[in-house]
Nanobody, 124 residues
Framework: QVQFVESGGGLVQPGGSLRLSCAAS????????IGWFRQAPGKEREGVSC???????VYTDSVKGRFTISRDNAKNTVYLQMNSLKPEDTAVYYC??????????????????WGQGTLVTVSS
């Protein structure tokens, strides 16, 4: 059974940093595109970043220069390093497997089952 476990969220002050982890079980993510997504209160789920099997990356405009996605194949885990956090980054963060990073932002439109996510709260 394929399962993702997201972790690393918490409460952080504006300007602070967090590193989120997405641990996969039931399959090997080495050869997959993996995306990070988030859902803020009262808003639709949106794509944040994606890493391809060749380690190329894409980011939504609002996090470029602040967030970094990476993978550790030995640990079957994908990370999202988040720096210079802003209150508008407050959301539940999820990881999932899109068909490709070229269209990862579309995944929330049709993926019905998501993991538990990890809550990030940016507040003073």
């Amino acid at each position: 059974q394929v399962q993702f476990v997201e972790s690393g969220g918490g409460l952080v002050q504006p300007g602070g940093s967090l590193r989120l982890s997405c641990a996969a079980s039931g399959f090997t993510l080495n050869y997959e595109a993996i995306g990070w997504f988030r859902q803020a209160p009262g808003k639709e789920r949106e794509g944040v970043s994606c890493i391809s099997s060749d380690d190329s990356t894409v980011y939504t405009d609002s996090v470029k220069g602040r967030f970094t996605i990476s993978r550790d194949n030995a640990k079957n885990t994908v990370y999202l390093q988040m720096n210079s956090l802003k209150p508008e980054d407050t959301a539940v963060y999820y990881c999932a497997v899109p068909p490709s990073c070229a269209s990862y932002y579309d995944l929330p439109r049709y993926l019905e089952v998501w993991g538990q996510g990890t809550l990030v709260t940016v507040s003073s």
